[in-house]
């Protein structure tokens, strides 16, 4: 059992939590995930590892459907089943000179870690936020600590420059030398914000998130296109070229379970209101 240390919101329905967890936290580098079960119910899900402090670890989430839900409903004190962890290869980090990190909404979560990493190894790190709107612009006080530069944008100019984070990433390419992008966000944001850095060939990176299960390369669920071989999220990534991605074969995948992830939340919602909110009932 691991002990939730400190959990709540940080912005519209994105919850950070921290998990007492010292296998994962003494090993955990920056890129990579862990597996979250609550309880003996419950279903596996991956969430990246944001943040380590001595021997815990943070994730942030944004609650989407039934067992995300049921976690951001957990409080300071509750315990997690299962944390496995960390799996997938860390983040490339080396010194690559200037480098940008392109968060959108909350794939912002993955960032700091790999800023942290990338200062470390000597390189000028360039941080850009964006997010819909201002309500739900994750961690722009802690980028900007962790990054030489940081520029934030909304969609519908709340807040910082008015447009896409793409937009902010073709003019720092075009004002100055860029050797390596990470672009984390929606899937359909990292395949539009990576075209940018395509035409000048920018070593890019994405991190993927297709469904997964096991975690450990065993179950297939987690299967993406990349350079025209079949290579699985979870032990081969989940960052890859985003150049070499089959971004339309993975938004086809992730969209085959729809159905029954609504379905899933709707009985959630249906036994909460049953048991007054409590789950544990
Ligand atoms: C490597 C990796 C890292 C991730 N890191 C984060 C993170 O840091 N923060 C965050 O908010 N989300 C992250 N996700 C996505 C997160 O795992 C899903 O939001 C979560 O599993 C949804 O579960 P649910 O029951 O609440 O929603 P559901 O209603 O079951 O699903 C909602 C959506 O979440 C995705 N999803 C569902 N089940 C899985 C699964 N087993 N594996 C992957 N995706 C799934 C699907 O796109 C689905 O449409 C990550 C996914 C991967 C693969
Ligand atoms: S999650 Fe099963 S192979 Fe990747």
Known sequence: MYKIEKTGPIADKVYQMWVNAPHVARNAQAGQFLIFRIDESGERIPLTISAVDGDAVRVIF??????????????????????????????????????????????????????RALRNAGNR????????NAGLLILEDEMGEVCDELQVSTDDGSRGFHGFAADLLKQTIAKEPVSAVWIIGPTIMMKVTAEVTRPAGIRTFVSLNPIMVDGTGMCG?????????????????????????????????????????KESLERFHDHQCRCGGNHHA
């Open 62 to 115: 944004m609650a989407v459907g039934k067992t995300t839900t049921h976690l951001a409903n957990l409080k300071a004190g509750d315990h997690i089943l299962d944390v496995a962890g960390p799996l997938g290869k860390p983040s490339e980090i080396k010194k690559f000179g200037t480098c940008v990190l392109v968060g959108g909404g909350v794939g912002t979560a993955c960032l700091p870690i790999i800023a």
């Open 125 to 132: 790190v360039i941080g850009i936020v964006g997010a819909r």
């Open 221 to 261: 669920s987690c299967r993406v296109t990349v350079g025209g071989e079949t290579r699985f999220a979870c032990v081969d990534g989940p960052e890859f070229d985003a150049h070499q991605v089959d971004f339309n074969g993975l938004m086809q995948r992730m969209r085959t379970y729809q159905a029954e992830e």
